[in-house]
């Protein structure tokens, strides 16, 4: 199983940004989020309604106090950050760790605590740059599962047909 803990979202400032992390944990194969920060049950419901309509299951939770998630988690905790070490470099290495464990990927808004890095099995950097959280929890989940990107929802009452030119979905 896979868990994304979103650290310190702000009502009305990460919306969309905190939205897009949970639309992208989902289509990277994550089975899960959990956001800390502010609650916003208007965000936690818009992706609840994404969910419904294309279908899969995906939990959406709040948990105010983001340190006890992670001391709490039961398995390989990784903390995405620019400052981390190599992700390609530890690749390999991580996927043998977590092959009969649960994963909390963790991932900031604003900045992140100091004691994060204290909490986690590892600080992975997808980058040595600035760059989205977004972007970082895609190419990692991405990377982690070798290419693998889920497909198929099932239950989905909405689904894309693909085309080359045009926008298709059956409902």
């Known amino acids: 199983m896979i868990t ?6 702000r009502r009305g400032r990460d ?13 990277f194969g994550a089975d899960k989020i959990i956001y800390s920060g502010e609650k916003d049950s208007n965000m936690m419901n818009s992706l609840e309604d994404v969910i419904d309509r294309w279908g899969g299951f995906f939990e959406v939770e709040y948990r105010e106090d983001f340190r006890k998630v992670i001391k709490d988690f ?5 903390h995405l950050t620019m400052y981390g070490e ?8 991580l996927r043998l760790e977590r092959r009969d464990e ?5 991932v900031g808004s604003q900045k992140v605590p100091r004691e994060i890095y204290d ?5 992975i950097g997808v980058g040595h740059q600035p760059h989205s ?13 070798e290419g693998e990107i889920k497909e198929k929802f099932e239950g989905a009452d909405v689904r894309v047909e693909p085309s080359e030119n045009e926008k298709l979905t059956r409902t």
């Open 86 to 93: 190599p992700m390609n470099d530890k690749l390999a290495n």
């Open 102 to 106: 649960d994963l909390l990927v963790v």
């Open 119 to 123: 909490l986690v099995d590892h600080n």
């Open 4 to 9: 994304v803990l979103r650290l310190g979202h």
């Open 15 to 27: 919306d969309r940004i905190s939205s897009h992390v949970g639309l992208t944990a989902r289509q």
């Open 133 to 145: 959280e977004v972007a970082a929890l895609g190419v990692f989940l991405y990377s982690l599962n």
């Open 74 to 78: 039961e398995g390989l905790k990784i």
